[in-house]
Structures are given as structure tokens and as C-alpha cells.
């Protein structure tokens, strides 16, 4: 079975950062997209980043550049979300996913989800 297990959320006051991580098993992630996801409350889930599999092509939400940097190890099957200068509204749950391709990542169209971790950020 495949499992992605992220880690690493909790609450932060805004301008503070955050480190998200996602474990992966169950197969070869090193080879495929990953990405990130988040969802507050009564909204959709929307797209936060997504990192090819040997990261030379990385793209990011428009509300998030400049203050996320998502990164992967593969030897260690985990991929990152390094969140600085957050802000109220990146209060959400953050999941991390993972696709056949980089353009399936980052339109939501994957295969595997994580449970998702709570990210709180209080003004």
C-alpha cells in the first residue's frame, strides 16, 4: 500500500514559518511529481506547490511565491514545505500528494493523498 504521512503543522502567529514534511512509502515516489494542497474551512481545496521528480521544474500558488520553497529528498522518499511570513489566511489543512505527471500534480488529479496536517496561523 502507499502511504503519505505529512508532519509538522501546529500554530504559528502570523509573520512566523512553518516546516510541513510528507514521508512517503509503499513505492518509488523519487521518480514522480509531488505537491501540496490546502483547504480551510468551508472553501475548496486549492493547489499550494508542486515539485517535479529531480526538482527542476517547481511551481507555486500566486499567494504563495516569494514566502513558501516546497524541496525534496529522495533518498529519503520526503518531500518539504518551507513556509515563512505566514499569514491568517494560510490557516488551512495542508496535504501532500503525489501524481503521474507534473501537470496532473498541479491540477489536483492524483492518485495519492495524505491525511493532512492543520496548519494554524492567529493574527
Known amino acids: 500500500q502507499v502511504h503519505l504521512v505529512e508532519s509538522g503543522g501546529g500554530l504559528v502567529q502570523a509573520g512566523g514559518s512553518l516546516r510541513l514534511s510528507c514521508a512517503a512509502s509503499?513505492?518509488?515516489?523519487?521518480?514522480?511529481?509531488m505537491g501540496w494542497f490546502r483547504q480551510a474551512p468551508g472553501k475548496e481545496r486549492e493547489f499550494v506547490a508542486a515539485?517535479?521528480?529531480?526538482?527542476?521544474?517547481?511551481d507555486y500558488a500566486d499567494s504563495v511565491k516569494g514566502r513558501f520553497t516546497i524541496s525534496r529528498i529522495n533518498a529519503r522518499n520526503t518531500i518539504f514545505l518551507q513556509m515563512n511570513s505566514l499569514k491568517p489566511e494560510d490557516t488551512a489543512v495542508y496535504y501532500c500528494?503525489?501524481?503521474?505527471?507534473?501537470?496532473?500534480?498541479?491540477?489536483?488529479?492524483?492518485?495519492?493523498w495524505g491525511q493532512g496536517t492543520q496548519v494554524t496561523v492567529s493574527s
Open positions: 509503499g513505492r518509488t515516489f523519487s521518480t514522480y511529481p
Open positions: 500528494t503525489s501524481g503521474s505527471t507534473h501537470d496532473r500534480v498541479v491540477a489536483g488529479h492524483n492518485d495519492y
Open positions: 515539485i517535479n521528480w529531480n526538482g527542476g521544474t517547481i
